[in-house]
T-cell receptor, first 113, second 112 residues
Framework: QQKVQQSPESLSVPEGGMASLNCTSS?????YFWWYRQHSGEGPKALM?????GDKKEGRFTAHLNKASLHVSLHIRDSQPSDSALYFC?????????????FGGGTRLTVRP | GGIITQTPKFLIGQEGQKLTLKCQQN?????MYWYRQDSGKGLRLIYY???????QKGDLSEGYDASREKKSSFSLTVTSAQKNEMAVFLC???????????FGPGTRLLVL
């Protein structure tokens, strides 16, 4: 079983709508989480990181972390066609053995004009 | 700012061939990584290097070698290309191992 699981695999929302992406970890050692976005033909780019329980907002993007349930989510409000991309959740732990990032399988977001 | 350069952009090889992919970064980052991405799926870590002259195996190191020639460059070698193999190899760097990673555009591999 993958240590970082994302849902849904794909998501379609209308322009201006809200997109919600989910990520669950099966490793209690994971303490630090990132969201990355990858447009077609490019490398992934970091959107935001979240290390503490609660919400973190950056522009139209809000991440929410619940360490007790090992769940992190990303919400995109006022979705734009340019938000159409593959979104990855990534996690790492605070010990040397697990310090490297573990990526989830990704959620493909399509924003319909 | 900085940039990560990967060469070549496209690589077509023959079954059994040894193939080398190169990565350069000018962020002055300590840590560099090689990932494999299959057909729009997730990233799997092949090798990483915490600092110059360091080399650590990732989850997918079998069939690959890596070399951190200097702080700014990290090479990956496919030791024996597998027929019909098709993947994108992504290089990344970060200040330290737990920091945000910055990715290059990738090298697209096709083995005939």
């Amino acid at each position: 079983q993958q240590k970082v699981q994302q849902s849904p695999e794909s998501l379609s929302v209308p322009e201006g709508g809200m997109a919600s992406l989910n990520c669950t970890s099966s490793d209690r050692n994971f303490q630090y989480f990132w969201w990355y976005r990858q447009h077609s033909g490019e490398g992934p780019k970091a959107l935001m990181s979240i290390f503490s329980d609660g919400d973190k907002k950056e522009g139209r993007f809000t991440a929410h972390l619940n360490k007790a349930s090992l769940h992190v989510s990303l919400h995109i409000r006022d979705s734009q066609p340019s938000d159409s991309a593959l979104y990855f959740c990534a996690a790492s732990s605070n010990n040397n053995a697990g310090a490297k990032l573990t990526f989830g399988g990704g959620t493909r977001l399509t924003v319909r004009p | 700012g900085g940039i990560i350069t990967q060469t070549p952009k496209f690589l077509i090889g023959q079954e059994g061939q040894k193939l080398t992919l190169k990565c350069q970064q000018n962020f002055n980052h300590d840590t560099m990584y090689w990932y494999r991405q299959d057909s729009g799926k997730g990233l799997r870590l092949i090798y990483y290097s915490i600092t110059e002259n360091d080399l650590q195996k990732g989850d997918l190191s079998e069939g690959y070698d890596a070399s951190r020639e200097k702080k700014s460059s990290f090479s990956l070698t496919v030791t024996s290309a597998q027929k019909n193999e098709m993947a994108v190899f992504l290089c990344a760097s970060s200040i330290h191992i737990q920091d945000t990673q910055y990715f290059g555009p990738g090298t697209r591999l096709l083995v005939l």
